[in-house]
Every structure is written in C-alpha cells, then in structure tokens.
C-alpha cells in the first residue's frame, strides 16, 4: 500500500495505524501547498480533493478521508484491537468518536491554518476549538484511552488533531486528563516511529 501524506497533517493518523498495524506500505510525499509529488507530478491526478491522506490499495484502488481509511486499516490487522469488530456496539463508539473529531476539532482547526482568514475571527475558532477539548478532558477522566484501556484509531486522530494547538497557539495545559493522554500516547513505538518518519521529533 502507499500513504500519501504531508508531515504533520491529518495524514499522520492513518500513518500510525499503520505502523501499530505492522502492515507494510510505502510513504509518497504530497505537498499540500503546491499539490506536487517529490517528482513533479501532479497530486490532484491521484485525489481530485487535493487533500491527504489517499491510501492506494495493493490492487491500485483508492481510498480518501481520514477516519475511513484507518478503520480499513484496522480491519486489515483484525488482531492489532485498532479497532472492535464490525457491527458491535464497541465499533459504534469508536465511530462515534472518529465522527466527532473529524466534525467538531478537525474542521474547526482548519480556519486557524487559513492565511485568509479575518484575524478577528481566529478567536472564535480558537475558544470553539478548546471548548470542544475540554469536553474530550472529561471524557478522559478514570481511563487510558478514548473507549477505555485499549489504544483505537480514534486515540490516533485524536492525538493528531490536539497537536496541533500548539502551532495555533491554544493552551491545553490546564486539561490534565488530555495532557496525559497526549504523553501516553506519544510515548508508543509506532508512533514515536511515525513521528520521526515525518520529520516531526526534534
């Protein structure tokens, strides 16, 4: 399989479920900006969306967005726990979840990255963006991850999508059950391992 995928993007939530999965594939960078591949191609000829992450399958089929390509990716590895078995309540929840952060942090975060958006308007996205999190704090308290004890797809979104308050400038340091979730789960192979693949470890 290839990941196509830009450092620090959302691509990086597929990209560690793929290395928790420890199923083989191959990373092709997508510039997000020029929407070129490192040989020059043209990105949108690979995903008209001209978004990461794209998953191309082994028999050169495609798959975009996000949060279904990391459940494929579970599926792929029904023994990693990534995630519960399809039609059970337990898959429900990690769903449930993905849906969340996709709707409620994801696309709140993207004006914040916008150049065009009115300076004006930042704070509104920010003060949405932190209330959202905190409600996700609480959800944490007593448990390890999202749904309990075992690390999901959706704990992968999810540490994703709350790093990047730090390069928007919104304070999480008062959210100590989310602050250890981002520890715990930073602390994990694969995604120490995913972290530097990007370029993202200092």
Known sequence: ??????PGACSLSPHIVLREAGLPFELVLASTKTKKLADGSDYNLINPKS???TLELNDGQR???GPVIVQYIADQAPTSGLAPAAGSMARYRVMEWLNFITSELHKTFSPLFNPATPADAKPLFSARVLDRLTWVDTQLE???YLTGDTFTVADAYLFVVTNWTKFVGIDISGLKNLGAFMGRVAARPAVQAALKAEGLLN
């Open 1 to 6: 399989m290839k990941l196509y995928y830009s």
């Open 51 to 53: 978004q990461v992450p």
């Open 63 to 65: 798959l975009t967005e």
């Open 142 to 144: 007593g448990k390890s």
